[in-house]
């Protein structure tokens, strides 16, 4: 073969080669090589670095609940809810027993104000008794998205409710000068003014317990009707009289140590004494009964210094008297 030919025929075979390795519609100049990505939204999967579409909720900017509160009444309970673009959610607030595992209280506050400080409302005669106690806080808004809770504001804290410490006994009051002691008129010879079967009942039978426009000026001794009503002390019948809207019959006496005595609810027509007549330490005076404004039958026992109903004169309590001078002891 001519060699010219030889080199003519190698050139053009190498073009062809070139000419069936590139592809149709080959990429114009600068491109880079390889297939681009399709870019529409209709390509599968999450673009990188997109946000979620987890939704926000309502969290709890601010909770104050005290540590420890008495039994009764709930105590005041404060809290601040906050949701972005949210004016509103629905907020109920709780409190567990830890013992029982139980809901003591529960306050459905309904559908309350965001971005401010709310009091809790609990029910209408809410108490708590002693123990141990969680308060929860409950909250969703209008899509159903529940409270977010966080390690410092979790919506939930501890309350310990105390009981009630009892009140210190009342101090025994100082007697006044040249007023015999309950000692000092027991050692005289005192005796109780009921011999029988009794009792000085409660609060509502104590000196000084409210009686309308009035306090009780004395003592009631509950007893049986008929039971024998006695002079503690000797002395002298002052008076016998009916009062037919309190005391009923009643007697007074004038001891020779310095008090007046009064005896009310006398059983009608049982009076052994009359005015002016002396007496001496346990001599009978009437019977117990329920005369006058009385509702059982009782003695209505008070004891005066200075005078009975006199100008200047004033009831004592009569109570640590006749508890010194109760040998037999009350039955309640």
Known sequence: MDPFRG???????????????????????GSPGGVQAPSSGKAGGIEYGAPSAVPA???????????????????KVTLRLDETGVATVRLRV???????????????MGWSRTGRTLT?????????????YQLRVSARDHRGVALVRRAHSSGRAALTVR???SPPPAPTPAPEAGVPTPAQSLADGAVFPVAGAHSFGNAENRFGAPRGSHVHEGQDVLAAEGTPVLAPLAGAIESTAYQAGGAGYYVVEHTTVGFDLFFAHCEAASFAVSSAQGVTAGQLLCHAGQTGDASAPHLHFEMWVGGWQAAGGHPIDPLPYLQAWDREGATG
């Open 57 to 75: 909720g309502p969290v709890i900017s601010s909770l104050s609940v005290p540590a420890s509160a008495l039994a009764g009444a709930p105590p």
């Open 120 to 132: 809790v409302r609990w029910p209408a005669g809410a108490s708590l008794a002693p123990g141990s």
């Open 7 to 29: 080199i003519v025929a190698a050139a053009l075979a190498t073009s062809a080669l070139l000419a069936c390795a590139a592809p149709a519609g080959a990429l114009a100049a």
């Open 163 to 165: 009981a009630v410490p």
């Open 94 to 108: 709780s409190i567990l027993n830890l013992a029982t595992r139980h809901t003591s209280l529960l306050a459905d």
